[in-house]
């Protein structure tokens, strides 16, 4: 598959003061993205998926690792020097974020924060380095690059301004970067252009891409793996064809069927899980997701499942795997809360299914 | 330009129509702030949305959606047109009367947070409609708002709970019940279940749909999720800065856009299958939204349209309903060749 | 912006205006009048003294005192001085200078003081320095600036036996004796420039540093040095130059008492006597001159914003 691990993330566990005391935002957290793979982490909110990419970073603001380890090319992020993760940050792992407008400094024009990032790393003249911003934001499909170097980010649409931040976590060819939900502020069809834009920057260089999204459009476009978070715990990973389209924790099950698809209709009501995200004020007993489970036992309200290896390499908490039976989940198991009860005229179920919606202008190129 | 006709789909009145509905904004334009001109924000809508039926309004942001909303229960003053309420002229109304016509129209809105007063409790927020609009008082009221509050799955033990007590997807519950204080006959749901994580906002979908059905209520849909808007609107208006582009049947402009800008929009919507959304590497859309401030000419969408000739760049379409379908689009590559325009 | 510019002057002219009415309308509810104070004890008949009134022109009624000081005004007459038949300009640009000194200092080390401080209070969030900090500058603020000549001067004189000279030298005659004179002044008057300052230079920082963007500066692998004063500090002047506008309006009132408390010769000191004798055609003037300085100050911050944040340019350019 892909080379050995760039980035090894070992039983990570992350707390943050709050007012009503300490909170662990991540527990126990592991994972690895090899060299070239792209590896999407999957949560609502609250799961600690977006703390994970600042772990990596070392830009927690409050927030302060417990224990484990982040291995990035072997060395341990988490006992650097602060002089050691700068030489690291934007050098050899960049970060791309959610709201690009708030993402770039207002008083400054776009080349000079691109240029910025270029001289913090290499030894340049600041001619050099504006010239090079120039290239890097033609290289992100900015229209008229020699032009829009000069212009402020509110003069910017919010998806140049994200091709901004691109170039920037990119003027240093970095060989891992962290993209934190970089198309959640964008229009739909803006993410598609940032989307491939990232892909074929990814090809073109190599880079290592750490995806963390709430979105699994965003993850079945771009992943090659997934990690699922709840709560702070990993709860699934495995490939994207796996976790996606045969999930076998309870909590990715229902999560995939209550996102709207297509297929379903519009006189049933969506499988949707019941209950809240949890807070982590207040994390439930045993496995975190059992007050919301359709397949709760006993066991889980008091026990904490481990994460089973399934066949296949990829790894799932729930106790179901460890039961007698030892069953993976069946692949219908649709029982959850608020059952798919029908909403009247029957007649107007889903004639027009999904084969037919991309009729409109999409090639298979 | 005049109303544009909209297709009977039934002898009902519908309870909302909107005709040829503007709202421009002044600005002032040039060194000198010479020259005033004006960002049309919505520019010549006209839908209409039928009793207990759901059209969803959608488009790139800045397309004028929200502004449409607000305009059509008169949050915002229109520039021109006409709004019908249950058959009454909106704009018309005054005082009393118009009270009472926007007590029938209420509105969700996006953040559950920030539209709920966070020093009020639940029977207060929930309660403050009724007060308003008069319908009810003392231990009736206690009654009414712990009624509505068990209409959206929350209770009475609620009551006196302030938002931030509550999780998103409570909050936005609160949001709906005091929509409902008043019994309204519409309401407009302006990206309502978009902050809202995945798990909890089908929750929400639910609940609209279930009071669709038991209260007949009909819906104005917001939401830049297309999926989402799939599921819930019955018909579908495609907007693109400040015009409708396209509208009809949901299920027929999904299945098969007429518009560009629909093909576009809709081809832009990632697929959940990890084999088809790598392989099919989504239809891009040219460029962005331009500034509303000096829109192109001709077709608005011609600058990014992949399939923009001459005249799309001098004239602008209209929109034309196709009496077979009831389906209308503004395109003119749809155009009957029968109209006499050239083609 | 040179359009907005003229603009703000033009707003600044009314500004000016209005002061003047009040200012005229003000003195008519004042008790006792110029020439009750000149001929008081000397024993003078009341004709006498409607005829002194009528040679100063107080006799007439406010509205057409007021014309007639606009009429002069408009040709650069600003009226002369009951007692002394000065020039009111001329009295004000003998005096202005020192209190200029005065002011200056005070704002400009209370100004650069207070952003000093503000940002050791900030990178050394929550340590005792922190802590320190921010005591004094509560304190600072609480405290009115005479308090604090006052305690100056007695702390000084009593358990040091040092007071500061009390004839006012120029700075290029002898640069010792000034500044000793100026010192306790202007501290008196900056310190709650320099509370204000570093309270304000705290919080925005704080807010600044804890913003997205400057997370983006981190992910660059910024120094800390690059992330506070190229972004941070820069993103925090905006709202440090809206204080510098109040500070001065504190100062330049301060001035009134503290030149009085420390004998000097500014226009501060003027405006008191003048205040006391009931001599009308300086104070009017001077309120006004107070105010023409305060307004084009405004005016000066106001292009300083534009210069520094290109949103405020933008928005100005388009008019709005």
């Not at chain 3, 640069?175 to 320099?194: E, Y």
Request: hydrophobic fraction near 40%; aromatic fraction near 6%; charged fraction near 20%.
């Amino acid at each position: 598959m892909h080379g050995s691990p760039l980035l090894e993330v070992s039983n990570l566990r992350v707390r943050f003061p709050t007012r009503h005391g300490r909170v662990e935002a991540v527990s126990d957290m592991s994972f690895t993205v090899a060299e070239g793979e792209t590896v999407a982490i999957v949560g609502e909110s609250g799961s600690g998926k977006s703390v994970t990419a600042l772990s990596v970073m070392g830009l927690l603001n409050s927030g302060s690792i417990e224990s484990g380890s982040i291995r990035f090319r072997g060395e341990d992020l988490t006992a650097a020097e602060p002089r050691r993760m700068r030489q690291i940050r934007g050098e050899e792992i960049a970060m791309v974020f959610q709201n690009p407008m708030a993402a770039l400094d207002p008083l400054y024009t776009v080349g000079n924060q691109v240029a910025e990032a270029i001289r913090i790393h290499r030894d340049v003249s600041a001619a050099e380095a504006r010239a090079r911003a120039v290239e890097l934001l033609r290289e992100v499909g900015l229209p008229d690059p020699e032009r829009r170097a000069r212009s402020y980010p509110h003069e910017l649409s919010g998806g140049q301004q994200q091709r901004v931040v691109i170039a920037i976590a990119l003027s240093c060819n970095p060989a891992l970067l962290i993209a934190d939900e970089p198309t959640t502020a964008l229009d739909v069809t803006v993410e598609a252009q940032i989307l491939r834009l990232m892909r074929t920057l990814q090809a073109d260089h190599g880079t290592a891409l750490l995806f963390i999204t709430h979105d699994m459009g965003v993850v079945a476009e771009m992943a090659d793996r997934v990690v699922v978070m709840y709560a702070g715990k990993v709860v699934e990973q495995g490939t994207v064809e796996q976790v996606l389209r045969e999930p076998q924790n309870p909590y990715t099950l229902a999560l995939l069927r209550s996102i709207p698809s297509p297929d379903i209709s519009r006189d049933t009501l969506m499988p949707a899980i019941r209950g809240s995200v949890p807070s982590l004020l207040d994390t439930p007993s045993g496995c975190r997701f059992h007050p919301r489970c359709p397949r709760v036992l006993d066991r889980c309200v008091r026990e904490e499942p481990p994460l089973a290896a399934l066949p296949g390499q990829r790894d799932s908490r729930c106790w179901l795997h460890l039961q007698p039976d030892g069953g993976l989940l069946p692949a219908e198991s649709t029982d959850s809360t608020e059952s798919t009860e029908s909403t009247g005229s029957a007649d107007r179920s889903a004639r027009h299914g999904a084969g037919s919606i991309q009729s409109g202008a999409t090639g298979v190129s | 330009m005049s109303a544009e006709p909209t297709v009977e789909t039934g002898q009902e009145t519908p309870i909302l129509e909107v005709r040829d509905l503007v709202k421009h904004y002044p600005v002032r334009r040039g060194a000198f702030g010479r020259g005033a001109g004006v960002v049309r924000a919505v520019d010549g809508v006209s839908f209409r949305i039928p009793r207990g039926r759901t059209v969803g309004l959608v488009g790139e942001s800045g397309s004028g959606k929200s502004t449409t909303a607000r305009l059509a229960n008169r949050l915002v003053e229109p520039t021109s047109g006409q709004v019908l309420f249950d058959g009454a002229d909106l704009l018309a109304t005054r005082g009393r009367e118009l009270k009472a016509l926007r007590s029938r129209m209420q509105m969700v809105f996006q953040d559950p947070y920030g539209s709920l007063n966070p020093r009020m409790t639940v029977f207060d927020i929930v309660g403050e409609p009724l007060e308003v609009h008069g319908v009810s008082r003392g231990r009736a009221r206690t009654a009414r708002v712990t009624e509505l509050l068990e209409t959206v799955g929350l209770s009475g033990r609620d009551l006196y709970r302030f938002p931030h007590q509550f999780s998103g997807g409570q909050a936005q519950r609160i949001g709906i019940a005091r929509a409902l204080a008043t019994n309204p006959d519409v309401i407009f749901c302006d990206e309502s279940v978009s902050a809202l994580d995945v798990s909890v906002q089908a929750q929400i979908l639910n609940l609209l749909k279930r009071l669709q059905r038991e209260l007949g209520l009909s819906y104005l849909f917001i939401a830049h999720d297309l999926n989402v808007v799939r599921y819930m609107a019955d018909e579908l208006c495609v907007m693109y800065m400040g015009e409708i582009v396209e509208r009809g049947d949901s299920d027929a402009v999904f299945a098969d856009p007429r518009h560009p800008y629909t093909q576009l929009l809709l081809a832009a919507i990632p697929g959940h299958d990890p084999a088809t959304a790598k392989a099919k590497d989504r239809a891009v859309a040219r460029g962005e939204v331009p500034s509303p401030s000096a829109p192109p000419s001709g077709c608005r969408f011609h600058t990014r349209c992949p399939f923009a000739f001459e005249r799309c760049t001098a004239e602008a379409p209209r929109l034309r309903t196709s009496p077979a379908t009831g389906r209308a689009a503004a395109c003119h590559l749809l155009d009957d060749t029968s109209e006499g325009g050239p083609s | 912006m040179i359009r907005y510019v003229v603009r703000r002057l033009g707003y600044g002219l009314i500004v000016l205006f209005l002061v003047t009415v009040f200012v005229f309308v003000a003195m008519t509810f004042i008790p006792s009048d110029a020439v009750d104070l000149m001929l008081a004890d000397t024993g003078a008949s009341e004709e006498q003294a409607a005829e002194l009134r009528a040679e100063l022109g107080i006799d007439r009624p406010v509205h057409e005192q007021l014309f007639s000081f606009l009429g002069g005004a408009l040709q650069g007459d600003f009226g002369r001085s009951f007692y002394t038949d000065e020039p009111v300009m001329q009295l004000f640009l003998d005096r202005i200078p020192v209190t200029l000194q005065l002011g200056g200092l005070a704002l400009a080390v209370g100004t650069a003081l207070g952003v000093a401080l503000g940002i050791l209070a900030a990178v050394r969030r929550g340590t005792r320095s922190d802590s320190a900090i921010r005591g004094v500058a509560v304190a600072g603020l609480s405290v009115p600036n005479y308090v604090v000549g006052l305690l100056l001067l007695t702390v000084l004189g009593l358990w040091f036996a040092w007071s500061p000279p009390f004839v006012y030298v120029g700075p290029t005659e002898d640069f010792a004796s000034w500044a000793q004179q100026m010192a306790l002044p202007a501290i008196a008057l900056g310190t709650s420039a320099v509370a204000g300052t570093t309270r304000m230079t705290r919080s925005s920082l704080l807010e600044n540093l804890g913003s997205q963007f400057i997370r983006t500066v981190r992910a660059k692998g910024a120094s800390e040095r690059l992330v506070l004063y190229k972004h941070a500090l820069r993103n925090s002047v905006i709202s440090v130059l809206t204080l510098l506008g109040v500070n001065l309006g504190t100062i330049l009132g301060g001035t009134v008492i503290l030149e009085q408390m420390f004998s000097l010769p500014g226009t501060g000191q003027l405006i008191y006597q003048s205040v006391l004798d009931r001599d009308y055609p300086v104070v009017i003037a001077c309120t006004i001159f107070y105010a023409g300085l305060f307004v084009i100050t405004m005016i000066i911050i106001d292009v300083l914003y534009a210069l520094i944040d290109p949103r405020i340019r933008a928005a100005r350019e388009a008019g709005t």
